[in-house]
């Protein structure tokens, strides 16, 4: 006992005993199952809390802006890409439809040319179109095929639709086409009329188409016998007659058939067949007597 009192006598012992008795209290107290938190517990928890509350929301709003501000700078170079991938696809549609005309002029032309081959023997040869005019008193255009390819004046142009017109000047490497838009009976310097008959009625149907006229737009094909069958609808076509046109090349359709000068005769407006446009590829006709 005295030893005891000697033992608690000693302030420092004291102390570490007592804190050591209360350290396991403490602990024997928290490793307990417990329902609630001791309020220094919930003092703590709630100032932590608190603090953390204070420094987070500010923090992840930083955070949270310099994310949108990324985001932004992606989805702007996002954007920039989109906008060269829709050019390139504009682009792309564009040309693709330019190769799909293309593709759909040249098989109209060959589906003619292999018929027009099958039937009369005809060849013909693809010409580029290189310049066009279209002043009233000169209408022609010119063609990248001349005298070096077999072309030689009067010679038939035509396009996938019908007869353009015939080769009126030829140099070494191009030739002048003159289109029917010049024709004109009261010229001397137009080209030859166009003997003509229509599809179905070739032993019963014949005329001369002899002029353009440039108000209507419309082909006449007058000496037609009063008792000839041509009516409205028909296909005008060449007959061969006269040997300057080759026979078989389609020239129009009839609109109208009416009483010619003196009323012996008839004469028939015809809607052209080629439709007098912005010409990128024809065809000259070499026929056997016009070999190459």
Not at 8 to 32: A, E
Request: hydrophobic share 40%; charged share 25%.
């Amino acid at each position: 006992m005295l030893k005891l009192f000697k033992l608690f006598s000693n302030k420092r012992l004291f102390i570490l005993l007592i804190t050591l008795v209360l350290f396991i209290v403490v602990m024997g107290f928290s490793l307990g199952t417990r329902k609630s938190l001791s309020w220094p517990e919930n003092f703590v928890r709630d100032t932590t809390g608190f603090v953390q509350n204070l420094f987070y929301k500010p923090a992840g709003f930083v955070a949270g802006l310099f994310e949108d501000i990324g985001n932004l700078k992606d989805l702007a170079e996002e954007n920039e890409r989109l906008k060269i991938i829709a050019a390139q696809y504009t682009r792309e549609k564009a040309e693709y439809n330019l190769i799909k005309a293309d593709n759909e002029h040249y098989k109209r032309l060959w589906d003619l040319t292999q018929a027009q081959r099958t039937k009369y023997n005809y060849e013909y040869h693809y010409a580029q179109v290189v310049s066009l005019t279209t002043e009233p008193s000169n209408n022609s255009l010119v063609i990248d095929l001349g005298s070096r390819d077999g072309v030689k004046p009067n010679m038939s142009v035509i396009s996938e639709k019908g007869l353009v017109g015939i080769i009126s000047q030829v140099s070494n490497f191009t030739s002048t086409v003159k289109l029917l838009t010049m024709m004109d009976s009261s010229d001397p310097n137009s080209q030859p009329p166009i003997a003509a008959t229509v599809i179905g009625k070739i032993d019963q149907t014949f005329g001369m188409v002899e002029r353009y006229d440039q108000q209507t737009g419309r082909l006449i094909m007058t000496r037609i016998d009063e008792k000839d069958p041509i009516t409205e609808g028909d296909t005008v076509i060449s007959s061969g007659l006269g040997g300057l046109y080759p026979r078989g090349l389609t020239i129009g359709t009839v609109e109208s058939v009416e009483v010619g000068e003196f009323g012996l005769t008839k004469t028939a407006v015809i809607k052209p067949a080629a439709e007098y446009e912005d010409w990128k590829q024809l065809l000259i006709v070499f026929t056997p007597e016009e070999p190459q």
